[in-house]
């Protein structure tokens, strides 16, 4: 499966919703023109949380059920985050670490040219985890480094050792 892309999105439309149970809680997916905006999980399903899902929304929940049931290693669907120039750069550098890798906050940081602290505010601020793997992101030595996502390092926890990634910490 190809990796997936990050470019920027349309905004000619409402988003649309849907919420899936995952291993991590419900999963709330969302989706304007054609591309993957949000995703985010909590215990609970949110109010008003959708039924039917449309095409886009049905194959995202697929690819990640396969991920978390171990018969998929990336995801192949159209991405549009929202969010700045920089902000996307670095997603896009992020969503190229393949399963079961990592890069530290560092060495992401030489490869597009800033400091490793600007590529820990961006992953901070991604709003496909999972899908744009800022889980596989460490600090130096394998250090858990930080997560914003819900359950925070448990979460990461969680997702690395899904991937069977070490870290320390």
Not at 21 to 34: D, R
Not at 115 to 139: D, E, F, K
Request: glycine share 14%.
């Amino acid at each position: 499966m190809p990796k997936a892309s990050v470019t920027r999105s349309p905004v000619p439309e409402l988003p649309r919703r849907h919420t899936f149970e995952c291993p991590l809680g419900h999963v709330t997916l969302a989706a304007q023109g054609g591309r993957l905006t949000h995703l985010s999980w909590a215990a609970r399903p949110p109010a008003g949380a959708s039924g039917t899902p449309d095409a886009l929304l049905a194959q995202a929940e697929q690819q990640i059920t396969a991920y978390f049931a171990g018969r998929a290693r990336s995801f192949d669907l159209p991405l549009g985050p929202k969010g700045t120039d920089f902000q996307i750069r670095v997603w896009q550098a992020i969503a190229a670490i393949p399963f079961g890798a990592s890069e530290t906050y560092g060495s992401l940081a030489d490869k597009i040219g800033t400091g490793p602290r600007a590529v820990g505010n961006a992953a901070g601020a991604n709003p496909l985890p999972i899908i744009v793997p800022c889980h596989r992101v460490l600090g130096a030595g394998g250090a858990l480094g930080g997560y914003s996502a819900m359950d925070g390092l448990q979460a990461k926890q969680v997702l690395l050792r899904l991937e069977g990634i070490r870290f320390t910490g």
